[in-house]
Structure formats: structure tokens, C-alpha cells
Nanobody, 120 residues
């Protein structure tokens, strides 16, 4: 059973920074049960869930245009952990942020979400 535990959300003023972490357990290394892609999505009130950033086991990264240059995604495969460094935060970044992992097996898993609130 794959489980994701997120941390690092909170309240910050506009222009501030936060770092989100997501640790995955229940996966394996060097098999179809290992992690292929790790990423972050977010959902603001009244809006659909949207991609924030992803990173693959090969090191490729992908960002939403709205966060490019401000957010950085990274991963520590030894710890099965993905991070999201968020700088120059804006009120429009306010949302629940969800961690997700995709296994080589083809199954994806989601965390419970962590609230990020940016005050103006």
C-alpha cells in the first residue's frame, strides 16, 4: 500500500516562501513498483485541480507557466521524497496542494493535501 505524507503548508505573506515535502512509503526500487514520476497539483476554491510541477526518475521537470521561475521541484530518490520550493508567493497561489506519484506499474497515488494560504 503506497502512502504519501505531505508537510510544509501554511500561511505566508505575499512575496514570501514555503517549502512543501512529500514522503512516499510502500514503494520499491528497481521494479515496476518503483516511482516513475513525482509531482504537485493544486486546487483553489471553486477551481479545478491543476498541475503545478512534476519530475521524472530521469530528472526531467515540468512546470505550469504560472509558477515558472518562482517554484522549484526536486526529489530525493533515496528517501522517496519530493519537494516543492515556492518563492515569491502570490495570493493567487493560495490553494490546497496535493502530492502525487506515478509508479512504473502505471498506478498513481495522491496525498491528502496541504493548505497554502498567501495573504496580500
Amino acid at each position: 500500500q503506497v502512502q504519501l505524507v505531505e508537510s510544509g503548508g501554511g500561511l505566508v505573506q505575499a512575496g514570501g516562501s514555503l517549502r512543501l515535502s512529500c514522503a512516499a512509503s510502500g514503494t520499491a526500487s528497481r521494479s515496476i513498483f518503483s516511482i516513475k514520476t513525482m509531482g504537485w497539483y493544486r486546487q483553489a476554491p471553486g477551481k479545478q485541480r491543476e498541475l503545478v510541477a512534476t519530475t521524472t526518475s530521469g530528472g526531467a521537470t515540468n512546470y505550469a507557466d504560472s509558477v515558472k521561475g518562482r517554484f522549484t521541484i526536486s526529489r530525493d530518490d533515496a528517501k522517496n521524497t519530493v519537494y516543492l520550493q515556492m518563492n515569491s508567493l502570490k495570493p493567487e497561489d493560495t490553494a490546497v496542494y496535493y502530492c502525487t506519484v506515478l509508479l512504473y506499474l502505471g498506478f498513481d497515488y495522491w496525498g491528502q493535501g496541504t493548505q497554502v494560504t498567501v495573504s496580500s
